[in-house]
């Protein structure tokens, strides 16, 4: 069913449907993670489901934002969101992000953002009898490899590619970034208790920069109350 929401606390309003996948937490914490510059012009959000980091930087910044979703289901949702908050400053292709090289040229956006789906397909993986939530979970249209190739692609030259994924992937991650000459300039792992494993990890790269990381941590669990600028100083 159909339904329109509270964008959590950041005074926007999303359409959902129960029977498909809804925005998490992850794609909270990317918005808060990324840091738009003066100079930033054009953003480019792959995989972005029903749109909610479009909306969130989209109320917020003086940028032109591109989000791409490959289900129809969910894109239409996304563009009845941007519509209801009146953002004019964001559109939506519903197309297979592995695509996109047929629709920009090469070093065309100052940043790219990226929540993909997490987990690898195999002949062990369960996958979801619902198409919409298996194809957002599981890497069944598009790869983590390709996702780096067209973000190599279309970053501008020291342009920023903000990822979020799980830890276990890490290895990985590290690997194509590496490959594609993406430098890995901040990592901030998610904890819901210190003492046990991370649940997320938010991954900061830019195209062809120099050598260097900063790690932070933080903690979210039931006494985290909003997530607005929960990365600042001070604050992680």
Known sequence: MEVKNDLYDYGL???????????????LLLAEFVDIKKSDRKLLDIC??????PLIIGKNYDIEITGVEIQKKIYDLAIKSIKENNLTNIKMLNINAKDLKNYFPGNNFDIITCNPPFFKVSSSSLINENSEKAIARHELTITLKEIFDIVSFLLKENGTFY???RPERLEEIMDLARNLKLHVKEMIFVYSKLENNAIMVLIKMKKNAQLGVKIKSVVIDKNTKTYQNIFKEGQT
């Open 13 to 27: 309003k999303i359409y959902q449907d129960s029977k498909l996948f809804k925005f998490s937490l992850d794609s």
């Open 163 to 165: 990822l979020v994924h």
């Open 48 to 53: 972005s489901g029903n749109a909610p980091l």
